[in-house]
């Protein structure tokens, strides 16, 4: 597993090595080769960038059945005492909790958590670094400007301090270090996954991993949909400074990102929140962690969705275990989030996530044998005898239960 020599070989292909070989005409059995060295310009480096990204695009195009058509996407629940709801909230802490206790226990993925660090550590100084030199030259001109008599700057110069601005930006670096390893080192998240599937479920093992890839996010994607997601984000944090008009902003984004996941009511007295002082603080933070988890929760399922052979599977996932995906993810955003250590253990959120798939699975093939769903998904006929998990709380319902009593 040389992933930093593929980290190594990326960065040769995308920015060229500094030269280029010609090979001659060969004569009897001799190949000359000569190298013509050219400084890499800033232009070309940029060309190149841009070619690859290209390519990536059409390399990468999707396979799947009714890709980018429009369906029935997450239910929106109306109210926020929904019971059944964090029922499942409860049951994706417990695979967060569970995931990630079988991974640590996986000898191999410790071998690869260890063979990343270095990377994964590099990715985390260079956003900071990044953010200090972006706000740096800001702060000297507001330093200059308040040394000559403008008074009333304090509060941007707090706002663009590095620390505080890691703080607020803190729930989005993990999806930084997603980027990072999924198109550097492309092989990471596969492993971390199949690592762990391997030693929780061979027969479901087996079939994945031969299972043929009929999407995967090309780069341009990625982009697209963190810089949206970062955007966003800046224009909140930028808003919430001004007096007023920042707490209305707080609470439109409030709703906008939380009535999906928790339901419109919930969004209610959570924008109702964002507009009270003592709770404004706390209003934010869910609303980081709402956006964040959402967003982390898509990354870590791609192993298993790039596999889908239509696009319907990964809808009804989210609409059937939404609730599931959503506590799962919302635990490891807070675990990712930590300043300087948090990132480092993306490599076991991906690997749980196998263990969260796992149970999703054998909850839907309950539920088919069940007669309450139809749908079939990809792997769910090629699980282990999970007998005696059957009448577990995690996979098991109420209405599951009463069935069974009557049988």
């Not at 990468?60 to 890709?67: A, I, M, P, T």
């Not at 990343?116 to 100084?125: D, N, R, S, W, Y």
């Not at 479920?201 to 996010?217: A, G, N, Q, R």
């Not at 209610?268 to 962690?289: D, E, H, I, R």
């Amino acid at each position: 597993m040389e992933y930093y020599s593929q980290a190594i070989d990326l960065v040769k292909t995308t920015f060229g090595s500094g030269g280029a070989k010609v090979e001659e005409e060969e004569e009897v059995s001799t190949t000359t080769t000569t190298t013509i060295k050219s400084p890499k310009t800033l232009k070309s480096m940029i060309g190149s960038v841009k070619e690859t990204i290209e390519n990536d695009a059409e390399k990468n195009k999707s396979q799947r059945l009714n890709e980018g058509k429009s369906v029935k996407k997450v239910s929106y629940r109306k109210t926020p005492f929904s019971f059944g709801f964090y029922v499942k909230l409860i049951k994706g802490a417990y695979c967060f909790l569970k995931g990630a206790y079988v991974t640590f226990k996986e000898e191999k993925v410790i071998k690869a958590f260890l063979s990343t660090l270095k990377i994964i550590l590099f990715g985390v100084l260079a956003s900071y670094l990044v953010i200090f030199f972006m706000t740096f030259p800001i702060r000297l001109f507001i330093s200059f400007l308040t040394w000559i008599g403008i008074s009333h700057l304090e509060s941007i110069d707090q706002m663009l301090d590095t620390k505080q601005v890691v703080d607020d930006i803190a729930y989005f670096i993990p999806l930084v270090v997603v980027g990072t390893l999924r198109y550097v080192v492309p092989t990471f998240n596969e492993d971390m996954f199949f690592f762990v599937l391997e030693s929780q479920d061979k027969k479901l093992f087996s079939y994945l991993k031969e299972c043929k890839i009929l999407k995967t996010y090309p780069m341009i994607g990625y982009l697209k949909r963190f810089s949206k997601l970062a955007v966003m984000g800046i224009i909140v944090m930028i808003f919430g400074y001004i007096p007023y008009i920042g707490d209305f902003v707080l609470a439109v984004a409030q709703f906008y990102y939380s009535y999906k996941p928790l339901g419109q009511g919930t969004a209610f007295f959570l924008s109702l929140f964002s507009l009270y002082g003592p709770t404004k603080g706390m209003a934010a933070n869910v609303l980081k962690t709402s956006m964040a988890a959402n967003s982390l929760g898509k990354e870590l399922l791609e192993v298993y969705f790039m596999r889908l052979p239509d696009y319907k599977q990964e809808v009804y996932i989210y609409r059937r275990f939404y609730g599931w995906i959503f506590g799962f993810s919302m635990l490891w955003t807070t675990v990712l989030r930590f300043p300087f250590v948090g990132a480092i253990f993306w490599g076991i959120a991906q690997g749980s996530t196998a263990f969260l798939i796992l149970k999703l699975l054998q909850r839907n093939k309950l539920k088919y044998d069940d007669q309450e769903t139809q749908v079939i998904l990809l792997g769910q006929d090629q699980l282990s005898d999970f007998k005696e998990d059957s009448s577990s709380p995690l996979l098991t319902s109420k209405s599951l239960k009463s069935k069974s009593k009557l049988n």
